[in-house]
């Protein structure tokens, strides 16, 4: 029952542990042991073989969500993608290239700047319209061409946890299945989809760091500010990861892109700034690890999260927190997780309400 807190003192903290039930919800009948089941767009999957450009629009965490998918999109099926919040979508003159599908992300459907962009989009010249949405009887899927639901369940808390897991495990399913019509070979689907089986059981391990997560967040209950860095596919985890610590601990904190540390963001590091840093497993950890030099050589407070195969652990002025070692797909995912721990912790800290945060509203449905 959705709104049984059950043995958790916060909506947010029992939706923050459903998300090993609720990707599983998601992935359930939409992929096989080796393949994603295309059936799961409906009937006019047909779509997928047609398509060669993708607009995606949303607000919010699910714009975060968004942003993931154009690195999978553009990495796994090679076509162009690009991202745009709902309220900047609408109120442009938008070029359309031929055979773009408009793609829609919203948890309840009915946020009001994302359904203006639908509506919008539908009297242009797209391919299709697919909605990924986590409320069957919303408005968000009943204007929509397409649906492929998320499954998480009711999110009752204001900021957005399983459902933003949800919504990148779909995401997940329609790159793959778009990546198959444009050259992915047989042996990357079911590498990708064995991993997409792996990952409640991933979400789970991230879980077991809840209670160091919650001994790190006393430290960050008097900040004022804090900073998130990571790149590729883990920038717009770090988006994510700030927007939370905003939203519910009222701390102002900002996310970059590691690399453009040196284009500003660098001259605010002192020795009162935590700096949340997100390491992936990639080509891209030797940059990454430079970047923390840099910090570490102004006093900067360093919180890193990676896998304990990254050879990072805690020194003086970091502090180590260990993240399942995943394939690479999945780890924007797996980090997520974390984050959500850190924020809720630090709002419990601080006394804020956690699941109502001041001035916030769970959907806008008014511009
Ligand atoms: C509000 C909520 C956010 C959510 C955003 C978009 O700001 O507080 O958690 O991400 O709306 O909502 P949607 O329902 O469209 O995903």
Redesign the pocket.
Known sequence: DATDKGEFRHYMMKEIYEQPNVISACLEGRISDSKVLTSCFGAESDFLKKVENIHIV?????YHAGMVAKYWIEELAGLPCSVEVASEYRYRKVAVPKNTLFLT???????AD?LAALRMAKELNYLTTLAICNVPSSTLVRESALTLLTNAGAEIG???TK?FTTQLTALLITSVAIAVENGLSAEKEKTLVQAMRSLPACVNEALQQDGHIKQIADKFANKHNALFLGRGAMFPIALEGSLKLKEISYIHAEAYPAGELKHGPLALVDEDMPIITLVPHNGMLDKIKSNLQEVAARGGELYVFADRETDLHNEENITFSEVPKVEAILEPIVHTIPLQLLSYHVAVVKGTDVDQPRN?????TVE
């Not at 949303?58 to 699910?62: L, P």
């Open positions: 949303a607000c919010g965490t699910s992300l919203s948890q309840s459907g009915e946020t994302t204001v900021a957005s459902a916030l509203a769970k959907s806008v």
